[in-house]
């Protein structure tokens, strides 16, 4: 396993330990560093560590994973989650972050939003001094008059890129619509920019997650630690 890779695991696996008690249910996020969370679920589940746990999943990925690992799922419709257990793009100091960059923002950020709290893991990679530096905010944009909505976007100062799947067509999220990759560079006032971005009809969500996490659990090689929002 690479180096950043075991401090994913070491993040998600600390989350599960400090977030998760038995009869909770979880919001279970996308990515390589949430499907670490689902293994941790699984393994505590197995052994009897954990009873009664389900999870709500953002993706259809992570759906197939928590099957495999035995971690019982449930709608949003059944079950509201506890807490919810996901990954991110960029982290700022005040725990709001960039996330969508896997593809599954839209769904990700209902869940999170219907959630008791979130909690974001990640490798230390992930930690910026201000949103945008490094990445791209991606948009879920619905297919319907894309052309305009991405014309809309790039008004705000981007140029938005429709992100492409692996056979070079547009990549279609699970709810079937495109994603913008628009890079707006150090984003001052990420509160406005979401506001601006969701004021546009067919931009359906943003990949900025601003006032939503609670905490983040970061690992690197300064060790472990949980960074409290503010
Ligand atoms: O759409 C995907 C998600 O927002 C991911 O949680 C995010 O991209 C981080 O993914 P990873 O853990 O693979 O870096």
Redesign the pocket.
């Known amino acids: 396993m690479s180096e950043s890779e075991g401090f ?1 695991r070491e993040a998600a696996y600390a989350a599960v330990d400090r977030y998760v008690r038995s009869g909770m249910t979880v919001g279970l ?6 499907v670490w969370v689902v293994r941790r679920l699984g393994e505590k589940l197995a052994s009897g560590d954990l009873k009664d746990v389900v999870g709500v999943p953002t993706s259809e990925r992570t759906a197939g994973e928590a099957r495999e690992r035995g971690v019982p799922l449930a709608t949003l419709a059944e079950a509201r989650p506890d807490v919810t257990l ?4 960029e982290i700022s100091p005040e725990v709001n972050v960039i ?7 839209l769904r ?1 950020k209902i869940v999170a939003f219907a959630s008791g709290s979130l909690v974001i893991v ?1 490798d230390g990679s ?1 930690l910026v001094g201000r949103l945008g530096e490094r990445t791209p905010v ?1 948009v879920e944009v619905e297919r319907f008059g894309a052309d305009a909505t991405l014309k809309a976007l790039a008004a705000l100062g981007c140029e938005p890129k429709l992100r492409p799947g692996e056979d070079g067509s547009p990549f279609i999220t699970d709810g079937g619509n495109y994603t913008a990759d628009c890079y707006f560079g150090e984003i001052e006032d990420p509160a406005r920019l979401e506001a601006e971005i969701k004021s546009i009809p067919g931009a359906l969500e943003c ?1 900025l997650f601003i006032g939503l996490a609670r905490a983040a659990v970061v690992s690197d090689a300064g060790g472990l630690r949980v960074l409290e929002a503010r």
């Open positions: 994913k996020g996308t990515g390589s560093t949430a996901d990954g991110a793009d996330k969508g960059l896997g593809g599954a923002l990700e990640a992930k991606p990949g």
